[in-house]
């Protein structure tokens, strides 16, 4: 092709263009839309469209009023208002027959501070604190809080020789114990954590019987010191030998107890508890020995039993006789000793589930939760880290553990805190119960003592379903199991705690 083809070519192109970017004229565009000229960029044409002239105007006042005045909107309006009215009362009616027909929440219990958590004994504060005395209490009130603990009971400490009662001075802290500084940060670390502090001021007891032989005089002695401590804030007061000097000084005992219980919580302080501690075992006795000392909580050796079947009877007695609120469960104690000598390791973790689990109030002797044993004396040094003892480091902590595990749900559940109580099997070796609060979550508890045999119980009652779900176990079963109650088996020394829910 030519040179001169090919520019007329690229010329017609060109004018094309040219033409497809001229601006429309009115002509052009058509008779519906005015385009006026406008600037144009890269082939854009810019087109104006005028707007159309269109507005609604609704009624005027006088249509309106003349409208509303009819009489089919008037029946419109008055229909509209008996439907709202109508529809309220009924969603007012339909609230009311919900209300009613709910199941109403029962009323808590009263309860004082001790009814809430365990207790926890120091004997021996050398012993608990690797003797560094009282201030060594202070500084592990924290593990304390940890593991749930609602009281300490420490002493005693004040000064006393055994058998000498001219020597007895309950006002002042034997120097080997500390001194009153010392023992003002316990209270004071305690209180910061909500933990109340009870005052073992059993006079003799470092002598053989808890009282000296003139009790009368002992006890107008104590009374002088009540007065003091309680004006040291501290929380309560323990006494071995109740029933002894009960029956030995009755009017100056029930001057003591009066003085206890009539410290009130005006100004911030606490109710005051008077704790007593028995050697009596029998049901029939301990309840015997309440009703004469008036104590608040009474500390025995029921449960000391190896048999479940007198384990099972005692708890019913006792908690057929008395509120729950009265009720205190110990097996160790400063004297008798500690849980894992009384009981054998093996049986520690059973009869910490049993303890946690009853009603009433749980009460330990310090080590207990991680499994110490009696040495030489009752009074063992304490397990903080290394061991001193013929146990592991590992044993130690799945027994703190497991305590502080069942300690914590005690402490959240209201079926196990002040729940009712209702036995479902017992036998030499065995026994099952059930925790339970208004339409809160129940837990069941099965316990086997036999060293060597798994028993089968066949649990079977209105008040449990067919199944229930594992919660905590002192063997190595798995939490979260499903377990048929009519077909339950329970392992050789062991404790299992299970849940279901609450069923209409």
Not at 446 to 456: K, R, Y
Request: charged share 25%.
């Amino acid at each position: 092709m030519s040179n001169d083809t090919e520019v007329d070519m690229k010329d017609v192109e060109l004018n094309e263009v040219e033409q497809e970017k001229q601006p429309m004229t009115e002509g052009e565009a058509g008779n519906n839309y005015a385009i006026s000229p406008v600037s144009e960029k890269n082939g854009i044409v810019k087109v104006k469209i005028p707007e159309e002239e269109s507005k609604f105007t609704g009624l005027t006042k006088e249509e309106l009023m003349k409208v509303a005045g009819t009489t089919g909107w008037v029946k419109v309006r008055w229909a509209l208002l008996i439907l709202f009215w109508l529809g309220w009362l009924g969603m007012l009616a339909g609230a009311i027959a919900i209300i009613i027909q709910a199941p109403r929440c029962k009323p808590l219990p009263e309860m004082n501070w001790w009814n809430y958590g365990p207790l926890y004994q120091i004997g021996d504060v050398n012993s608990f604190t690797e003797s560094s005395k009282l201030i060594g209490v202070a500084e592990k009130v924290q593990a304390l809080d940890e593991l749930k603990m609602k009281g300490l009971i420490i002493g005693p400490i004040h000064v006393s020789n055994a058998d000498e009662p001219e020597k007895l001075k309950l006002t002042e802290i034997a120097e080997e114990a500390g001194d009153l500084t010392q023992f003002q940060e316990v209270i004071k670390a305690a209180h910061k954590r909500g933990i109340s502090v009870v005052l073992d001021l059993t006079p003799n007891y470092k002598g053989k019987e808890p009282w000296f032989a003139d009790a009368v005089s002992t006890v107008v002695k104590l009374e002088s010191a009540l007065v003091h401590w309680l004006k040291e804030d501290v929380d309560g007061f323990l006494f071995y030998g109740v029933e002894k000097v009960s029956t030995a000084a009755p009017t100056l005992w029930e001057d003591v107890r009066v003085l206890i219980h009539n410290q009130t919580e005006s100004e911030g302080k606490t109710k005051k508890v008077l704790i007593g501690v028995t050697d009596q075992s029998s049901p029939d006795d301990i309840v015997a020995v309440l009703n004469k000392t008036g104590v608040d909580l009474l500390l025995t050796g029921a449960l000391r039993s190896i048999s479940a079947l007198d384990v099972a009877n005692t708890v019913d007695r006792l908690y057929s006789a008395y509120s729950q609120t009265r009720l205190a469960w110990n097996i160790g104690g400063r004297i008798a000793g500690h849980l894992a000598s009384l009981v054998g390791l093996a049986k520690v973790k059973l009869n910490q589930l049993l303890l946690l689990t009853l009603p009433g109030t749980p009460v330990f002797n310090y080590g207990d939760e991680i499994g110490l044993q009696d040495e030489v004396t009752k009074n063992p040094i304490m397990v903080w880290g290394d061991s001193k003892q013929n146990m592991t480091e590992g044993e130690t902590t799945t027994f703190r553990k497991f305590f502080k595990s069942v300690s914590e749900k005690r402490s959240k559940e209201r079926s196990l805190q002040h729940g009712e109580y209702l036995p479902l099997f017992n036998s030499t070796s065995a026994m099952a119960y059930v925790r339970s609060w208004d339409q809160n979550e129940r837990y069941l508890i099965a316990l086997n003592w036999h060293l060597t045999e798994t028993v089968t119980l066949q649990l079977k009652h209105a008040e449990i379903p067919e199944h229930a779900t594992v919660v905590f176990s002192t063997t190595d079963d798995k939490d979260g199991n499903v377990l048929n109650l009519a077909q339950l088996e329970v392992k050789p020394e062991q404790g299992i705690i299970l849940k279901f829910p609450y069923t209409t």
